[in-house]
Nanobody, 119 residues
C-alpha cells in the first residue's frame, strides 16, 4: 500500500511561485501514474495535473494554462508540482494521489498542503 505526504505549500503573493512535493512510501510507487488535485473552500476537489509512471507523459487541467509543471523522481518516490504565476483562484489545499484512467484511487487521501495566494 502506498502512503502519501504532501508538502511545500504556503502563503505567496499573486504572481509568485511554489513547488509542491508528494513523498510516497511503498514499493509500488514507480508503477503508478500520479496526479495532483486541489480543493478550494466550499468547492469539490478537482483535478490539476497527472504524470505517467515513466514520467514522459503529462496532462493538465485547462485552468493551468502553462503555469504549472508536474514531474517525478522515482528514485526518490516523489512527485512534484511547480506552480508559477499563481493567482488568487489557485488558493486551495493540494493533494496528490495515484491515478487510474484519470481517477484517484488511493484511500485515504493524504493531509494535503495548503496554498494561499494573496492579492
Amino acid at each position: 500500500q502506498v502512503q502519501l505526504v504532501e508538502s511545500g505549500g504556503g502563503l505567496v503573493q499573486v504572481g509568485g511561485s511554489l513547488r509542491l512535493s508528494c513523498a510516497a512510501s511503498g514499493r509500488t510507487f514507480s508503477s503508478y501514474n500520479m496526479g495532483w488535485f486541489r480543493q478550494a473552500p466550499g468547492k469539490e476537489r478537482e483535478f490539476v495535473a497527472r504524470i505517467s509512471w515513466t514520467g514522459d507523459i503529462t496532462y493538465y487541467a485547462d485552468f493551468v494554462q502553462g503555469r504549472f509543471t508536474i514531474s517525478r523522481d522515482n528514485a526518490k518516490n516523489t512527485v512534484y508540482l511547480q506552480m508559477n504565476n499563481l493567482k488568487p483562484e489557485d488558493t486551495a489545499v493540494y493533494y496528490c494521489n495515484a491515478v487510474v484512467q484519470g481517477a484517484p484511487v488511493l484511500r485515504p487521501w493524504g493531509q494535503g498542503t495548503q496554498v494561499i495566494v494573496s492579492s
